[in-house]
């Protein structure tokens, strides 16, 4: 339904109304009159009475073009399910066959696609013989090709998917599967292409008819109608026209009301409450000069996104400083905020989205409005979790980490590559020459990271940050990359702003850790006190639920209750209080702020868990 | 009850993925199997439920060999079930998840078992079943992974293979499903292959670890011996790298 509420979606929807109703009722009230035979009135231009004029046996074409819609959309239907059911049996044979029988199957629909169309409708035209009924066949069969491609796609995309897999080994058959399973799951885009395949159907037949392949005379359709009224064209083109606006006006119709599904279906509607307004700041707040050494300093940051009653906002009043040469960590669970935070920071944070609060970046604050592409390319580094997809898959990776020298710092092609070849030694990358003229997909998960911190170590950055650089890699890898960014920090001062959920990761590499919930920090710490000198509840239960390689064996983990808050409904108080064990009434109503480096009302308490574990000591 | 690889070697194309592996889950024990990506865990996992077939060697449940054939209903009866990493994609986001569940029930239930056996299920799992005619999108991530598990459990399996079953999952909800993991071995005895790459993890589930390297089994004994008292270099490696440091110093540094 959300389709209808676009423009196209809504002209759509009611041309293709009005088409069906037509179709429907034409016949029913016109029908008649349409074949009303006037010898009087043979071959007559348009006139009052009759609006576009009369055939040779003086019968109004506007009442036939009119009536004859239904024959059109139901021809046109026919080839499309045709089309369609043929396309899905073809299609699915490979699945049901398995590898080895289907790939004839594949082979055979390969063939019939690369089959001109038209050429096709044609052949087939005439072996089904002439009339309506070979024309529907030889429409539909034509079309089945394209249909059968798209279902193998769309069913090898579904059945390599996990749950078709355990249906699998439930023991369910493969046709059920194909039934249960995989048709549900291909429905809508097929859906969407059978409309679309539809309005191709109607020109389609237009054209056969039109050649007289198609609808033999006493029955009509638009194409017949054209190709009557083409004797006359020069004399009363509307004849002949008149049918041909028709079919574009009905194809139109399908076409438009396609699109607009499938516009609609990429997009999952949002749902949920959205009881809550949000304090959108848009005046940048008072910002305290930083210190000398301070490279970075948030002060203040929202992030927020339109929701369809009132914005949520991820992120919320988050303030922090990085010095030269330090190292902090964000830690906190998926929809934390964490992310976005470090988006925001490098302000990548897109449309819709709006940012708030004040970043300070080496001095420069960094939403005055101006240009700071320079500064931020040369001097901030973003590291993301998933190497593949932040390098450009189509890019040798020399030249990809050449372009930031060549923009920023105004180096000559070969220059940069030289510079970059030796950024890749730099992270240590073997046979560096190699890597450099290597496509992203030749190297390993850990060669990518690498290159990615090589393409940020191409100016001098003052400033990395890493989200979740580690979390796609083995570990092996993984302490690789980390003692990297270690490496890095050390030779050239460079701050890092690592963001992670896992707890081990953050206490290996930083100084100082921000742990984060419902978009705030709840706890700022020393890494080296994370395990044993954490004072909020939640970060007690972070680091206690994760098993470490001292772990006792004979308890069970720690565990938090109930679920993470969504940032569109943020309760009023603190917001980790309906699943903290120390919550009161207080944590219920008013929203503790970050004192002292803890955001908590019963910051520090024994919980009952702990509490439990010293009596039984 | 127990689960036997014997030599399994396994190809894709011509690459030998497995090479003649050998390991055995004896009857009520879990074993952990670590490996980075790549060194074949998971399609040794896929083996023993027939997803991969295997060129060369036997796979045994309760001394009867399964795997080899390809036919679907097979490996049903063979009694291997399998959780698998993703819970984003292992539930079939059209059907409730009471469906989900019911399909892998074995044999043919009438309505009012199915619905009864459906709700002791997800009971067990620590579920509300009020919830069995939810659809997988209203769940979160730890939620689905139960309802998978509960799927897995509905085939009344004698052995079941957990594949990196938390390794999507948030750190709180990872407890959670380890707990759970282990009280469902506690109290229905079964047999499981648990494999992930974090070995904190592993050995906090498992009875005994086996190390799997570039589709071989490097090392395989009690988890204590192999994580305290590594005898390979490279679970040497492997446990040098975890982060926050083994529980013993390790002389060998990775470079």
């Known amino acids: 339904m959300r389709a209808l509420r676009t423009p196209v979606g809504a002209v759509g929807a009611t041309l293709l109304g009005l088409v069906l109703l037509v179709a429907v009722l034409a016949p029913l009230i016109l029908g008649d009159r349409a074949t009303a035979v006037d010898t009087d009135d043979l071959l007559a231009g348009p006139s009052a009475e009759h609006w576009f004029g009369t055939d040779n046996l003086g019968r109004d074409l506007f009442l036939r073009t009119v009536v004859a819609t239904r024959l059109s959309i139901t021809l046109a239907l026919a080839a499309t399910g045709i089309a369609v059911l043929a396309g899905l049996l073809l299609g699915s044979l490979p699945w049901l066959l398995g590898p080895r029988l289907g790939r004839p199957v594949t082979a055979l629909v390969n063939i019939l696609v690369a089959f001109p169309g038209l050429l096709l409708v044609l052949c087939l035209a005439t072996v089904f013989g002439v009339g309506a009924r070979g024309a529907v066949l030889a429409i539909g069969f034509a079309g089945a090709p394209t249909f059968a491609r798209l279902c193998q796609t769309l069913i090898a995309g579904v059945g ?39 309005g191709g159907a109607l020109l389609a037949f237009a054209g056969l008819s039109f050649l007289g392949l198609g609808v033999q005379a006493p029955a009509y359709d638009w194409g017949r109608l054209m190709q009557d009224g083409l004797a006359g064209i020069y004399v009363h083109p509307l004849a002949a026209l008149a049918p041909g606006i028709a079919v574009v006006i009905a194809g139109l119709a399908f076409n438009l009301t396609g699109e607009a599904i499938a516009g609609a279906l990429g997009v999952t509607p949002a749902v949920g409450p959205r009881a809550w307004s949000v304090p959108v700041r848009t005046a940048a707040p008072e910002m305290p000069a930083p210190a000398e050494e301070t490279v970075l300093d948030v002060r203040d940051l929202a992030v927020s996104f339109p929701g369809p009653s009132a914005p949520a906002t991820p992120v919320r009043g988050v303030s922090f400083s990085l010095r030269a040469g330090e190292s902090v960590g964000i830690v906190g669970e998926s929809g934390s905020g964490k992310s976005l935070t470090a988006l925001a920071i490098a302000q990548l944070v897109e449309e819709p989205g709006h940012v708030a609060g004040g970043v300070t970046f080496c001095g420069t604050h960094l939403q005055d409005g101006g240009d700071h592409d320079d500064l931020l390319g040369t001097s901030m580094a973003v590291v993301f979790q998933d190497p593949m997809t932040s390098l450009n898959p189509a890019m040798r990776v020399g030249p990809q980490l050449a372009e930031v020298s060549r923009f920023h710092q105004g180096l000559g092609r070969r220059e940069a590559l030289a510079r970059a070849v030796d950024r890749l030694r730099a992270v240590r990358l073997r046979d560096p020459e190699r890597a450099a003229h290597a496509y992203p997909f030749e190297l390993s998960g850990g060669m990518r990271q690498r290159a990615m911190i090589g393409m940020g170590l191409m100016g001098t950055p003052r400033l990395i940050i890493a989200d979740e650089p580690t979390t796609a890699l083995d570990v092996t890898v993984q302490k690789q990359v980390l003692a990297l960014l270690a490496t890095v920090r050390r ?47 939640y970060t007690r239960a972070l680091v206690a639920a994760v098993p470490s390689m001292t772990t006792p064996l004979d308890e069970p983990l720690a565990t938090i209750p109930g679920q993470p808050v969504d940032p569109a409904a943020v309760p009023p108080g603190c917001a980790y209080a309906a699943r903290c064990p120390l919550a009161t009434d207080q944590c219920l109503t008013e929203e503790p702020v970050l004192v002292d480096g803890v955001a908590c009302w019963r910051a520090g308490e024994p919980l009952p868990s702990e509490l439990e574990k010293e009596a039984r000591v | 009850m127990s689960l036997v690889f014997e030599q399994v070697s396994a190809r894709f194309g011509r690459t030998e993925v497995l090479h003649e592996v050998s390991l055995e889950v004896p009857d009520g024990s879990i074993v952990g199997l670590v490996g980075e990506s790549g060194s074949g865990k998971s399609t040794l996992a896929r083996t023993a439920v027939g997803l991969v077939p295997v ?81 997988p ?27 990196e079953i938390t390794s999507a999952l948030d750190a709180s909800v990872q407890g959670a499903v380890l707990n759970l993991v282990r009280e469902m071995q506690r109290e229905l005895g079964l047999s499981m292959l648990f494999i992930s790459h974090n070995l904190a993890v592993v050995r906090y589930v498992a009875d005994t670890v086996a190390v799997m390297s570039e589709g071989r089994i490097v090392e395989h004994g009690p988890a204590a011996d192999v994580l305290e008292r590594p005898t390979h270099d490279y679970t040497r490696t492997l446990l040098a790298a975890v982060p926050g440091g083994a529980p013993h110093p390790l002389t060998k540094e990775t470079r």
């Open chain 1, 160 to 198: 390599s998917r996990d749950y078709v897999a355990a249906a699998r080994i439930a023991g369910v058959g493969r046709v059920r599967i194909l039934l249960r399973h995989v048709l549900p799951n291909i429905g809508e885009p097929l859906i969407v292409n059978a409309t679309i395949a539809a």
């Open chain 1, 491 to 537: 030779e050239h001062g460079t701050a890092i702003l690592l963001i992670s959920h896992d707890v081990s990761v953050i206490g290996e590499v930083c100084d100082r850790v921000l742990v984060m919930y419902a978009g705030r920090i709840v706890e700022e710490v020393a890494a080296a006190d994370l395990r044993d000198g954490a004072r909020h509840p």
């Open chain 2, 55 to 135: 060129s060369g060697g036997r796979i045994l449940v309760d001394g009867v060999p399964a795997g080899r054939r390809s036919g679907a209903r097979s490996e049903a009866r063979s009694g291997v079930q399998m959780v698998f990493q993703d819970p984003y994609s292992s539930l079939d986001p059209r059907m409730s998840i009471g469906e989900s569940i019911a399909e892998a029930i074995a044999g043919r239930p009438s309505r009012g078992e199915r619905t009864s056996e459906v709700a002791r299920l997800l009971d067990l799992v620590h579920l509300d079943p009020g919830r069995a005619g939810q659809r």
């Open chain 2, 137 to 163: 999108g209203s769940l979160s991530g730890g939620q689905r992974q139960r309802v998978a598990l509960a799927r897995a459990l509905a085939g009344r399996p004698t052995v079941l293979i957990a594949d």
